[in-house]
Every structure is written in structure tokens, then in C-alpha cells.
């Protein structure tokens, strides 16, 4: 499985924008990049994916390099709920195994 | 709204019981997954389903069993719990072709004492 690098922790205040970033230096070009997000004695839920193009839903938008070797999830307005582990995550098109790594843990100061 | 479930949400049990934790979806997802996860730790991929009949073991090797005879259950059985084996347990599904990902239950947190 190729792996990706997230910083362990990063800290932002309420309703100010969050940049969590994600190296993936070893994509392949057929991996997608997902970011799934796990809230505390919660399993993980998934946030937005993407290929090549950056992508927005009502959660958050993706920004990926041109390269692809480095992408960036953006939380426009982060609230205290936002505070979780947040993963990113490269999917092989044609496997469905996930890894997971240690993700980046999110700390939303009021 | 959970589309899967999992049962229980905590459980303590003696060493040397038998356990079976149980998950189950409503969405006819093919693919279905058991993570462990310690508290602060990463997830590790235990066990995995293509379908009914199917079941692989993950990255992570683990002295627990799985079986898929329905398609919408995939319960995962201690023959004989231990210590080490207390942890938070998470399913997951995934439709086959859906590119979007999984949706996961709120885990069962497991102590052996």
C-alpha cells in the first residue's frame, strides 16, 4: 500500500480556515486520495475524495498538487466539532484495503 | 443516521471467554472489513470480506475468526479472549465499485480482564 505523511497534531481557532496537509509522494496514478475524519469514541467518517481536480462538498474541499505527490484538506470555518484525527488516505482503484496511518489530530481552541 | 451497527457498544469479559462481536449493514454493501485500534493508535486491518463465503485476514494478524454467511452480517468471534486482546473493534462496508469509501460503526470497545 502506498503511504502517506500527515503532521501528528495541528491547532486552530474557532471559525478561522484550517490547511491540513498530506505528502503521498509515492502515489501511483491510479490512486485516489480520501481524507476520512474520526471524532472522539467514534469510528472514522469519510470526508471527501479525489483524483486529480480539486474537489468541494458541504464538508470541506481538496486541494491536490499537480503532481499529486501532496494534497491539503481545507475546513473553511472551523468549529469545535471539527476537533478528530483526520486521515488521509490513498485507495488503489482496483483494491478496497484502506491503511490508515496516524493521521493528524485537530484541536479547535474557542 | 448508522446504516451499520455494531453490538455490543462495550463489553467486559473474563480471560478465557468466548466472545462474538457483532456488525451488520443495511446498505447491501459487498465488501466488509474489521479494524483494531488501541486508544490514540492507528487502525489496523484485521479482517476483510468480498461477499458472502469470502473472508481474508488483514495486515494486522489476529487470533480472532470472522465469517460471511449473509451479506449484511459479519460478526467477529474470540475463541478465547485475553488481556492482550482488549481494544476498540471497528466494521466497516464498502458497495464493490463505489469509489467513495467506507462507512464504518461506532466500534465495540472491548475489555478482557
Known amino acids: 500500500d502506498a503511504k502517506t505523511t500527515q503532521p501528528n497534531s495541528m491547532e486552530s481557532n474557532e471559525e478561522e480556515p484550517v490547511h491540513l496537509p498530506c505528502n503521498h509522494s509515492?502515489?501511483?496514478?491510479?490512486?485516489?486520495i480520501h481524507w476520512y475524519r474520526q471524532l472522539p469514541s467514534q469510528g472514522p467518517e469519510y470526508v471527501i475524495h479525489g483524483l486529480t481536480s480539486n474537489v468541494n462538498n458541504r464538508m470541506a474541499s481538496l486541494a491536490i498538487a499537480e503532481d499529486r505527490k501532496s494534497s491539503t484538506l481545507i475546513l473553511h470555518r472551523a468549529t469545535l466539532r471539527d476537533a478528530a484525527v483526520y486521515y488521509c488516505?490513498?485507495?488503489?482503484?482496483?483494491?478496497?484495503?484502506?491503511?490508515f496511518g496516524s493521521g493528524t489530530k485537530l484541536n479547535v481552541k474557542p | 443516521e448508522a446504516d451499520i451497527y455494531q453490538t455490543p457498544r462495550y463489553l467486559v469479559i473474563g480471560t478465557g471467554k468466548k466472545i462474538t462481536l457483532e456488525c451488520s449493514q443495511t446498505m447491501g454493501h459487498d465488501k466488509m472489513y474489521w479494524y483494531q485500534q488501541d486508544p490514540g493508535m492507528e487502525l489496523h486491518l484485521i479482517h476483510y470480506?468480498?461477499?458472502?463465503?469470502?473472508?481474508e485476514k488483514g495486515d494486522l494478524s489476529s487470533e480472532s475468526t470472522v465469517s460471511r454467511i449473509r451479506t449484511e452480517h459479519f460478526p467477529l468471534t474470540l475463541e478465547s479472549a485475553r488481556p492482550s486482546h482488549t481494544s476498540q473493534y471497528l466494521c466497516?462496508?464498502?458497495?464493490?465499485?463505489?469509489?467513495?469509501?467506507?462507512?464504518f460503526g461506532s466500534g465495540t470497545r472491548l475489555t478482557v480482564v
Open positions: 488516505i490513498l485507495r488503489e482503484t482496483n483494491f478496497n484495503k484502506f491503511y
Open positions: 466497516a462496508s464498502s458497495e464493490y465499485f463505489r469509489l467513495r469509501g467506507y462507512t
Open positions: 470480506s468480498y461477499g458472502v463465503n469470502s473472508t
Open positions: 509515492t502515489i501511483s496514478g491510479t490512486d485516489y
